[in-house]
């Protein structure tokens, strides 16, 4: 088979295309063969050699890869071979090995795909599905919410968008770029700026008239993040979920105190220690998909060989949607 495999820590350069034997399955495992692998921007921090979150620095070489959406073509001994010929999705966790035409899965971690949703959507929705739907209870949005979503053209950040929007409540997704901010329209928002343009800040202002911003979600941190913070009006909430600008929001007690805002993280130890564990959330994201209700944009397709130009693109923000490979 072909899979990605990575020999030195650092840029996408490391991602190399090669022939490695095929898998086959121990005791209580799955073999997949791959429709749809997809790129997470933790792909790109571990490749640099970073911890992923909860997830250690590999030992190389490596196959990268958490989310898979395939066919079952082979069972390892304890498994129902019911599962064989049935398409899946599954997060591999810390074992990896998505970037590949053949990848093994330990049994408890498949869902089997719903009818009508294709690879391509599972894939987005076993992680990104799960995630957004963490953020949402963290974040608790109403009717009468004034919400900000930053990276509001990305995996997460247009699934948010159309959540909100569904439950009736006014969305401004700021996000990098006219095709962006035209996608964040035509999801529902009320209005899209450009968080590149200095000043951006007073668009949203002027998008929401006299109504205050209640919510704020950010996905980028940063001076972004700061700037999403200082558009809540009292009682705003800040529900933060990830740092694609490179560091974290600053804020202080004083924030809270002289602002009457609210600050949580959805992200990190809330959804790594929840109650009831992720399987539940990624069970109501493919339930969610299945109904119409939540439909993950999958901005770009590309050949497993393309790998390096997947990972450049979601590291530079280039990106719309959920980024997935084809073997």
Not at 114 to 128: K, N, S
Not at 207 to 226: E, F, K, P, Q
Request: proline share 6%.
């Amino acid at each position: 088979m072909q899979a990605i495999r990575q020999r030195a820590f650092g840029g996408p350069e490391e991602l190399r295309i090669e022939d490695v034997e095929d898998p086959h399955p121990h005791e209580g495992q799955v073999r997949i063969r791959v429709a749809a692998a997809g790129v997470h921007v933790l792909d790109t921090v571990i490749r640099r050699g970073l911890p992923g979150g909860p997830l250690p620095v590999p030992r190389l070489p490596m196959t990268p890869g958490r989310e898979v959406a395939g066919v079952v073509d082979e069972a390892g001994d304890g498994v129902d071979p019911g599962w064989v010929g049935r398409g899946v999705v599954a997060d591999l966790g810390a074992a990896g090995g998505g970037y590949a035409e053949l990848v093994l899965a330990r049994v408890e971690s498949l869902h089997a795909v719903p009818q009508g949703v294709t690879a391509d959507q599972a894939v987005a929705m076993i992680g990104t599905g799960r995630t957004t739907l963490a953020i949402l209870e963290v974040a608790a949005p109403v009717p009468d919410d004034v919400a900000v979503v930053t990276a509001a053209a990305g995996g997460i950040g247009t699934l948010l968008v159309r959540a909100i929007c569904d439950i009736g409540a006014t969305v401004v997704g700021a996000a990098g770029g006219g095709e962006k901010g035209a996608l964040v329209r035509r999801l529902g928002a009320t209005a899209a700026v450009d968080y590149r343009v200095q000043g951006w800040q007073d668009a949203v202002r002027a998008a929401v008239g006299d109504r205050s911003v209640m919510l704020a979600l950010d996905g980028v941190g940063g001076d972004i993040g700061r700037a999403a913070l200082e558009l809540l009006g009292v009682g705003g909430r800040l529900v933060m979920f990830g740092t694609a600008g490179g560091r974290p929001t600053e804020l202080s007690a004083n924030d809270l105190y002289q602002r009457g805002i609210t600050v949580s993280a959805a992200i990190g130890a809330r959804i790594l220690e929840r109650r009831g564990g992720l399987r539940p959330l990624e069970e109501k994201a493919l339930r969610s998909v299945a109904e119409g209700r939540l439909i993950p944009v999958v901005g770009q397709a590309l050949p497993l060989a393309d790998a390096p130009a997947a990972h450049a693109a979601v590291e530079s923000r280039a990106t719309i949607g959920k980024t997935v490979l084809h073997p």
